[in-house]
């Protein structure tokens, strides 16, 4: 009983070792070696972001009917700004101009096309224009999953795992999943962290509500059946004994 419990632990330990070439990011960069990319990240807005936007000039009350507020409180400085929500047809209801349609826009786009319909009603207008629902979702093999506020405009892949305390040793780092969706249209995209090539990935930079899966490694995989196998055995082992106890202590009769 005791050399099948041995050769337990034993597969247990040999199945959960892990080799470097599993767990070792950009393997494959030099030393010195200087990458130049044209990689980057543009968010486009997409159906329920919320946005917030707030338009201002050199004159105070000539830009006040173009922000949305909601009704201060009494002993309140300033009312608290209304933020905007894409709704199914891609639109926001903007104070004064009525609907105006921003999905897939980028805020730089957004913005040029505000001051084309506001240039009848205001000269030189500022505008500032902010995603506030910028998450990511981190699941699968990592220290600390979760969903996580992106607090700037862009988020890479590796920020979003940091986020999420990094791979733990039986995370797969070759074959990392993004789930992006657009407006019901999901697109599935793998990339290789072992690999340089991953910083110029399309999903090396994330776009908002992306979902990042991490797979278990096959030595996560073996030391999982190991351990029910283990379970099994112990449960027949302790059957074993217990009917043999029960067999030397029952009294002759």
């Given at each position: ?10 597969g ?19 030393d ?34 173009f922000?949305?507020?909601?009704g ?20 926001i ?17 957004t ?17 500032n ?5 910028f998450t ?10 979760g969903?996580y ?35 019901g ?20 930079y ?5 979902v ?13 059946a ?5 379970s099994?055995?112990?449960s027949?082992?302790s ?15």
């Open positions: 009983m005791k050399n099948v419990f041995r050769l337990i632990v034993l247990a330990v040999l199945a959960s070792c892990v080799s470097k070439q599993e767990v070792v990011y950009f393997q494959d960069a030099k010195y070696e200087t990458i130049v990319s044209d990689n980057s990240s543009v968010n486009k807005f997409k159906v329920d972001d919320v946005v917030s936007i707030h338009v201002s000039t050199l004159n105070p009350e000539a830009s006040l009917p922000n949305l507020y909601r201060g409180q009494e002993g309140e400085i300033r009312p608290e700004q209304i933020d905007y929500i894409v709704n199914k047809e891609g639109e209801n903007f104070p004064v101009l009525g609907n105006i349609k921003i999905l897939g826009l980028s805020p730089e786009e913005k040029a096309l505000l001051k084309e319909k506001l240039s009848p009603y205001l000269k030189n207008p500022i505008i224009i902010r995603l506030k629902n990511v979702t981190v699941l699968g093999q990592v220290k600390k999953p969903t506020p992106v607090n700037g405009e862009q988020i890479t892949i590796l920020e979003a795992l940091g986020l999420a305390n990094d791979l733990d040793i039986k995370g797969m780092r070759n074959n990392v999943l993004v789930i992006r969706d657009f407006n249209t999901k697109v599935y995209y793998r990339i290789d962290l072992t690999t340089k090539e991953s910083l110029s990935s399309p999903v090396y994330l776009t908002q509500n992306d990042v899966y991490v797979e278990p490694n096959q030595s996560a995989i073996k030391t999982s190991l351990d029910n196998r283990a099994i055995a112990v027949i082992a059957v074993l004994i217990t009917s043999t106890v029960l067999l030397v202590t029952r009294p002759n009769r």
